[in-house]
């Protein structure tokens, strides 16, 4: 159970770890982002609606980032637009900032629907830009990767979240990092291998080198492709970084910001809130 100090922080809910296809016990990429009451959703890939149900209403949900438009980082934004319109009990459209290119396979999953605007408001983002979402200032860097793709830094009263989404290593997600308490950072690839795709995805020991460079509080490894394991990608980036080293999971809450780490469980009494 959360402490009411706790539950006041920044708090990060991992609805999704899953590199890239889901694995047994994870769905694809989608995080929470709770600070004063505000929900901001951040990625919404397969299998993760299902988890975020398990926390909260949707309808609760302020607005929603969307990185890019892989599958795994989007896909459930189909799920999620049906349940909002046909159970949902918003009485405004849900906001969600993505790269162009989101919208156009958001309609391209949905043909012959003409709902989809009367439920959910699109706004086109990019690298370089910033949002002010409820207490939230977020601030879009450019990832390294096939698609348009933003990394984001989420910061408020006085703590910092940074995000990689999917990048290759490139020196924007140490400036997007830099001095976060917390670093969301990909390891698609548990450990280093030797051949691979250029401009795609990181390995644990880059993450670590990036979490170095900014100087960062703790590092949250996550899209760790299986069959690697999230316990050898920890192990690999703490032979580059010397803080604290943390694997997502699906269901665990981080408080931003502070060393109290709750384990996996929903809030006492809240469930569906
Ligand atoms: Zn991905
Ligand atoms: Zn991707």
Request: aromatic fraction near 6%; include cysteine; proline fraction near 6%.
């Amino acid at each position: 159970m959360l402490t009411r100090n706790a539950v006041r922080a920044m708090r990060l809910t991992v609805l999704g770890s899953a590199g890239s296809y889901p694995a047994p016990g994870r769905a694809c990429s989608s995080y929470m982002v709770e600070d004063q009451g505000y929900r901001l959703l951040v990625d919404c890939g397969n299998g993760s609606l299902a988890n975020l149900m398990q926390r909260v209403r949707v309808d609760s949900i302020a607005a929603a980032v969307i990185t890019h438009r892989h599958v795994d980082h989007m896909a459930d934004l189909v799920g999620l637009y049906h349940l909002l319109r046909f159970h949902g009990e918003r009485e405004e459209r849900l906001p969600v900032y993505a790269p162009p290119d989101v919208l156009e396979v958001m309609e391209a999953l949905l043909p012959g629907d003409d709902a989809l605007h009367d439920v959910c408001q699109f706004e086109t983002v990019h690298a370089g830009d910033r949002l002010s979402l409820g207490p939230l200032d977020v601030s879009l860097f450019a990832a390294d990767h096939p698609v348009e793709t933003v990394a984001m830094r989420v910061e408020s009263t006085g703590v910092r979240l940074a995000y990689s989404a999917d990048s290759g290593p490139t020196p924007e997600l140490a400036r997007c990092a830099a001095g976060a308490d917390l670093f969301l950072c990909e390891s698609t690839w548990a450990v280093p291998i030797g051949s691979r795709p250029a401009h795609l995805h990181l390995d644990a020991r880059e993450a670590g080198e990036i979490a170095t460079n900014a100087g960062v509080g703790s590092l949250v490894l996550t899209h760790v492709a299986y069959p690697g394991t999230g316990a050898r990608a920890v192990l690999e980036a703490r032979a580059t970084f010397g803080g604290t080293v943390i694997e997502a999971c699906d269901l665990d809450d981080h408080v931003v910001g502070s060393p109290f780490r709750p384990q996996a469980a929903p809030e006492a009494g809240t469930p569906g809130a």
